[in-house]
T-cell receptor, first 114, second 114 residues
Framework: GENVEQHPSTLSVQEGDSAVIKCTYS??????FPWYKQELGKGPQLIID?????GEKKDQRIAVTLNKTAKHFSLHITETQPEDSAVYFC?????????????FGQGTILTVHP | EAQVTQNPRYLITVTGKKLTVTCSQN?????MSWYRQDPGLGLRQIYY???????DKGDVPEGYKVSRKEKRNFPLILESPSPNQTSLYFC?????????????FGPGTRLTVT
C-alpha cells in the first residue's frame, strides 16, 4: 500500500520567514495530494491541494509543488504569521479502484515566533 | 450550517465493552471516512465509504466495524475495545468535484479504553 513520509516533524520559524514542509510517497498511481492544517482541539482543514497533472499550485501565501518523477511534494508558506502555527499534514490519494483511500504523513508541528 | 458532527466527544470505557461512535453530515456527501490520530503517527484511515452500502478497509481496520445504511450517517463500532484503541478519532465527509476531494472533518472523539 501507499506510504507517505513527512519531514520535518517540528519546524520553528520567526514571523515573516518562509516555512517548507516536504513529503514523499511510494505509490506512483497516487494522483491527488492535499495539505491539511490542524489547529489545537479541532479537526484538520484543507488548505491547498494538487493533482498529479499539475506541477505547482499557489494560493496567496501558500504554494505546493509536486515532482512526480521523484515522488515528492512540498508545502511552502511565505511571510509566516503567528496564526500559521498549527500541525500540518500532507496526504496522498490512491488511484485506480482504491481511490477512496487517503494516506497521511506523520504531521509537522509549525511554530511561528512573533 | 454545513458540518460533520460526532458523538460522543469524549468517552472513557473499559476493555471489552462494546461502543459506537456516531458520525453525521448534513452536506449530502457521498464519501465518508474514519481516521484515528496518534502522536507521531499522523492520521490513519480506518474505513471509508464511497456511498450507501459501499464500504472498504483503510490502513488500520482491525478491531473496528462500520456500516452505511443512510447517506448522512457513518457509525464506527468497536465490538470489543482494547487499550490499544485509545486514540483521537475523526470522521470526515467529501463530495469529489472538479478534481478536488476536499474532506470536511468532524471535531473528533477522544476515546480512552482502560
Amino acid at each position: 500500500g501507499e506510504n507517505v513520509e513527512q519531514h520535518p516533524s517540528t519546524l520553528s520559524v520567526q514571523e515573516g520567514d518562509s516555512a517548507v514542509i516536504k513529503c514523499t510517497y511510494s505509490d506512483s498511481a497516487s494522483n491527488y495530494f492535499p495539505w491539511y492544517k490542524q489547529e489545537l482541539g479541532k479537526g484538520p482543514q484543507l488548505i491547498i491541494d494538487i493533482r498529479s497533472n499539475v506541477g505547482e499550485k499557489k494560493d496567496q501565501r501558500i504554494a505546493v509543488t509536486l515532482n512526480k518523477t521523484a515522488k515528492h511534494f512540498s508545502l511552502h508558506i511565505t511571510e509566516t504569521q503567528p496564526e500559521d502555527s498549527a500541525v500540518y499534514f500532507c496526504a496522498a490519494r490512491a488511484g485506480g479502484t482504491s481511490y477512496g483511500k487517503l494516506t497521511f504523513g506523520q504531521g509537522t508541528i509549525l511554530t511561528v515566533h512573533p | 450550517e454545513a458540518q460533520v458532527t460526532q458523538n460522543p466527544r469524549y468517552l472513557i470505557t473499559v476493555t471489552g465493552k462494546k461502543l459506537t461512535v456516531t458520525c453525521s453530515q448534513n452536506m449530502n456527501h457521498e464519501y465518508m471516512s474514519w481516521y484515528r490520530q496518534d502522536p507521531g503517527l499522523g492520521l490513519r484511515q480506518i474505513y471509508y465509504s464511497m456511498n450507501v452500502e459501499v464500504t472498504d478497509k483503510g490502513d488500520v481496520p482491525e478491531g473496528y466495524k462500520v456500516s452505511r445504511k443512510e447517506k448522512r450517517n457513518f457509525p464506527l463500532i468497536l465490538e470489543s475495545p482494547s487499550p490499544n484503541q485509545t486514540s483521537l478519532y475523526f470522521c470526515a465527509s467529501s463530495r469529489p468535484s472538479g478534481g478536488s476531494y476536499e474532506q470536511y472533518f468532524g471535531p473528533g472523539t477522544r476515546l480512552t479504553v482502560t
